[in-house]
């Protein structure tokens, strides 16, 4: 591997894992409501919310009512969303007057918004106002990812109590993640971003004279502002139509570097928190050491994959050998400020995350590169994942790992001291099948129907491609598109948003089960017989079964788009 690779890389990864335990140890103090440097300032308005909204602060939910809480909230989230898009343009930052956005389209970007899913179907700079990227798309970034935190949290409490008939108070844990964690670190990105060149004004367009005497209207807005929470909040929803690659979002390598820390550090974090809570950090580290190991495997392939390029890109020269037109690799669709490394880099990035962020035009990868991002959003993105839906969801990957090495080995399955039985079973089988259902019968649906494949810009196997990513992007939360797919269209808004909606919450409710069913157990005391899991064997076990289930599920599928495409481009075929 070239050392340019290398030292991006190695960079990366090191910087990663250098503020992973502060953002841990941050999140525990904040969560577990101690005392900090925010508290002075943050305390007084922390009373005031909870005495406007009528919280007792004090008084704890079991799992069904920090349930009902959690859903009601994100209901109310979807319907001003939408009733903001419906009434925007009698709403006031509106300079270009962007007209109200369509039911279909405004139905969908509500339930994505809501979902942390940021699906975009539309342009944001030609759609969406200023009032509206701010006060519906920016805020619900805010919510939906401290909703996300809370979940993890009531789910890590579930394994730290015993006999408990509560796992925390749903406004208190979004509150405190919104005030102490997302809103400063983001004021703190914002700042950063606006000084290496991202925008944030009020202006309106700007319309110049381009150098050939031409005129070109230049976007503006407050972009700073919503850039650093999409990349924090793992939310991924651009300002402009061209996201993370347009200029006024993603200026500088700085920024690029920055963007890509962001997107990891909370759902790295929260892996050292879970261990700091649970009492015992070392478990913690074995989910992030299984997560980093997913990840460095996934960026290898993606790398070697768009170094390779596009084996028909080539000629024969006048003594009849094969020379590659593609020399650099597949640069297609990509920044050339970027080049190919920290490219494939955002791409996995964002797509082990359930960030959907982009820098680079995924519809433009090569097949296997294309694999790559379908395949981590497919596995329930739990390299790191969402913030707190990565980690959520890992941890009931772990429960289903100990459950097999119980089976293996003829004893009741254990984790962290609480005994796995038939209701966490249930609760999990419930979790592993609700994102693959939606996926395959939604691109079922799709293929089958001429609504469906009047979206497909191109043939054959890359045509099903285009589907099957853009479902496995709204099941799992994601919200990156193979863009040769027209999916702003009645059909596509409606089933992509039942795919976004069942896919968060669907999940989300039989986790928050699962914590009050093992806050209700009993810990039971290590013996000679329990099972390790903070070791080696216990991360390659957990790896296993993680590839396992995404292996068992949607191999075939994967086979039908870009397995066969690639073994059609390598034999010399496009179709």
């Known amino acids: 591997m070239a050392s340019h690779i290398i030292i991006q ?15 841990g140890l941050w999140i525990n103090t904040v ?15 922390e009373r005031l919310f909870y005495r406007l909204a009528g919280v007792d602060s004090h008084t704890e939910m079991n799992w069904k009512a920090y349930a009902l809480a959690l859903m009601s909230f994100n209901i109310l989230g979807v319907i001003v969303v939408f009733l903001l898009q419906k009434l925007q343009l009698a709403l006031p930052l509106n300079p270009q007057q962007l007209a109200n956005i369509s039911t279909d389209s405004a139905f969908n970007t509500a339930i994505s918004f809501a979902t942390n899913t940021n699906w975009q179907g539309y342009a944001g700079e030609t759609t969406m106002s200023y009032f509206t990227q701010m006060l519906a798309l920016t805020v619900q970034n805010f919510f939906s990812a401290a909703t996300g935190i809370a979940v993890v949290i009531a789910l890590i409490r579930g394994f730290a109590r015993h006999s408990s008939q509560t796992i925390g108070n749903f406004w208190v844990d979004i509150t405190r993640s919104t005030l102490y964690l997302l809103l400063p670190v983001s004021l703190l990105l914002a700042t950063i971003f606006m000084s290496q060149g991202v925008i944030q004004n009020f202006d309106a367009y700007q319309n110049i004279t381009t150098l050939n005497n031409g005129t070109q209207t230049i976007a503006m807005g407050p972009v700073a502002s919503q850039e650093a929470i999409k990349m924090l909040g793992t939310n991924g929803g651009g300002f402009f139509n061209a996201n993370s690659a347009h200029p006024f979002e993603n200026p500088t ?3 690029n570097l920055l963007q890509m ?5 909370i759902p790295a974090g929260l892996c050292y928190a879970f261990g700091v809570m649970v009492g015992d950090r070392r478990q913690g580290w074995a989910i992030f050491s299984a997560m980093m190991l997913l990840f460095i495997a996934f960026l290898t392939v993606e790398i070697v994959a768009e170094q390779q390029g596009n084996p028909l890109l080539t000629a024969i020269d006048a003594d009849q050998q094969l020379s590659a037109l593609q020399t650099g690799g597949n640069m297609e669709g990509k920044e050339t400020r970027f080049g190919i ?11 082990a995350a359930s960030c959907g962020a982009v820098n680079a035009m995924h519809d433009s990868l090569t097949p296997l590169g294309g694999l790559v991002p379908m395949v981590l959003m497919q596995l329930g993105e739990v390299v790191f994942g969402g913030v707190g839906s990565g980690l959520y969801t890992m941890l009931i990957y772990a429960l289903l790992a100990v ?3 119980g089976l293996m080995i003829g004893r009741t399955p254990e984790y962290l001291g609480k005994k796995i039985e038939v209701f966490e079973m249930k609760m999990t089988a419930v979790i592993i099948l609700v994102t693959p259902l939606l996926v395959l019968v939604g691109t079922a649906i799709a293929v089958m129907s001429p609504l469906g494949t009047a979206g497909i810009a191109n043939p054959a196997a890359h045509g099903f491609s285009e589907i099957l990513y853009a479902f496995s992007s709204a099941a799992n939360n994601n919200g990156s598109a193979f863009a040769g797919l027209s999916a702003n269209t009645p059909f596509y808004n409606i089933m992509l948003a039942i795919a976004m909606w069942f896919g968060r919450f669907g999940i989300i409710i039989p986790v928050l089960a699962i914590a009050g069913s093992l806050a209700a157990k009993k810990r039971l005391q290590a013996g000679a017989g329990t099972m390790p899991t903070h070791d080696v064997l216990f991360i390659f076990l957990l790896i296993g079964t993680v590839l396992l289930i995404g292996a068992l599920t949607y191999v075939p599928a994967l086979a039908l788009g870009p397995v066969i495409e690639h073994l059609l481009l390598t034999s010399g075929s496009v179709l």
Not at 9 to 23: H, Q, R, W
Not at 341 to 351: D, H, K, M, R
């Open 9 to 23: 890389i190695g960079l990366y990864l090191l910087l990663l894992l250098l503020i992973t335990k502060p953002m």
């Open 31 to 45: 969560m577990a409501g101690d005392k900090h440097f925010l508290s002075r300032i943050g305390e007084p308005l």
């Open 253 to 255: 390598a700085l920024v």
């Open 261 to 265: 820390l962001a997107i990891f550090v």
């Open 341 to 351: 490394v920290a490219s494939a880099l955002f791409t996995t990035i964002t797509t």
């Open 403 to 405: 459950f097999i090495a």
